[in-house]
T-cell receptor, first 111, second 110 residues
């Protein structure tokens, strides 16, 4: 089976940088992705890492270390609108399309 | 714009009364998914289709069924909704490593 661990809540100041960590245990691993979800909304795809290293998309970056079964999402220049839940999710097995979500990290951005 | 559309956005049904939720996509993706998400929880995968190949998660209750008549449309049927089935139901498609979600249907069971 799959299990993912991420912090349940994080608070950060507007304009700052925040890192949300995710560790996973899976029976098969194809990649790690990140989703943002505002209250009452649907998840929105942010990033995907299949290989080790850092992927950067604007203010958001995502990192993966397959050997450590670890990844993180880095949010820079935080804005109030970044207040949301952030989920890491594992795609298990090449050719498999199953996505297993972590329990989510609720990010609160304060002035 | 290419997108994933879910109808209705809000659905109220009575305990035990069958209900069908609909999803359509204009992305032309082969893979479609149905998730159930309860308040303050992660989305839970119910089913996924690769084209017409149906994959049922082991812990998806028999009360839930799905149909995919063509690439663009997918339906979730709840045969006898219980109070515990009240949730947000999310449809998604995928390409590469990312999944693209519709806005969801919030189901209330009275």
């Amino acid at each position: 089976g799959q299990s993912l661990e991420q912090p349940s809540e994080v608070t950060a100041v507007e304009g700052a940088i925040v890192q949300i960590n995710c560790t996973y245990q899976t029976s098969g691993f194809y990649g790690l992705s990140w989703y943002q979800q505002h209250d009452g909304g649907a998840p929105t795809f942010l990033s995907y890492n299949a290989l080790d290293g850092l992927e950067e998309t604007g203010r958001f970056s995502s990192f993966l270390s397959r050997s450590d079964s670890y990844g993180y999402l880095l949010l820079q220049e935080l804005q109030m609108k970044d207040s949301a839940s952030y989920f890491c999710a594992v795609i298990s097995g090449a050719g498999s399309y199953q996505l297993t979500f972590g329990k989510g990290t609720k990010l609160s951005v304060i002035p | 714009d290419a997108m994933v559309i879910q109808n209705p956005r809000y659905q109220v049904t009575q305990f035990g009364k069958p209900v069908t939720l609909s999803c359509s996509q204009t992305l032309n993706h082969n893979v479609m998914y149905w998730y159930q998400q309860k308040s303050s929880q992660a989305p839970k995968l119910l089913f996924h289709y690769y084209d017409k190949d149906f994959n049922n998660e082991a812990d998806t209750p028999d009360n839930f069924q799905s149909r995919r008549p063509n690439t663009s449309f997918c339906f979730l049927d709840i045969r006898s909704p219980g109070l515990g089935d009240a949730a947000m139901y999310l449809c998604a498609t995928s390409e590469g490593g990312g999944q693209y979600f519709g806005p969801g249907t919030r189901l209330t069971v009275t």
